[in-house]
Nanobody, 120 residues
Framework: QVQLVESGGGLVQAGGSLRLSCVAS????????MDWYRQNPGRQRELVAS???????VYADSVKGRFAISRDNAKSTVYLQMNSLKCEDTAVYYC??????????????WGQGTQVTVSS
């Protein structure tokens, strides 16, 4: 069982910055691939950024060069630094990971989400 708790969302003007944090419970954080997704009402949840246990990162084209994902394994925390924010970045942002349970089933875990609103 993994619990994810996000923080750091809020209201910011276009061009501004925010940093999201996600703290994970569980003893295997170092091994997890950690993701940030975002979603707007009526739209599919989309992958924003991922980071592997080794630190390899992947970004959606829409955020490349503006967002940076990082992790602190000692704190079981993943971050999303968001710079040069645009109105279209407005969404609920979710932290996500996958882990296998006692029966070796691959389970998805999601945080509760944190609202990011970018005003013009």
């Amino acid at each position: 069982q993994v619990q994810l708790v996000e923080s750091g969302g809020g209201l910011v003007q276009a061009g501004g910055s925010l940093r999201l944090s996600c703290v994970a419970s569980g003893s295997n954080f170092n091994a997890y691939v950690m993701d940030w997704y975002r979603q707007n009402p009526g739209r599919q949840r989309e992958l924003v950024a991922s980071i592997t246990s080794g630190g390899t990162t992947v970004y959606a084209d829409s955020v490349k060069g503006r967002f940076a994902i990082s992790r602190d394994n000692a704190k079981s925390t993943v971050y999303l630094q968001m710079n040069s924010l645009k109105c279209e970045d407005t969404a609920v942002y979710y932290c996500h990971t996958q882990s296998r349970d006692l029966f070796f089933r691959l389970m998805d875990y999601w945080g509760q989400g944190t609202q990011v609103t970018v005003s013009s």
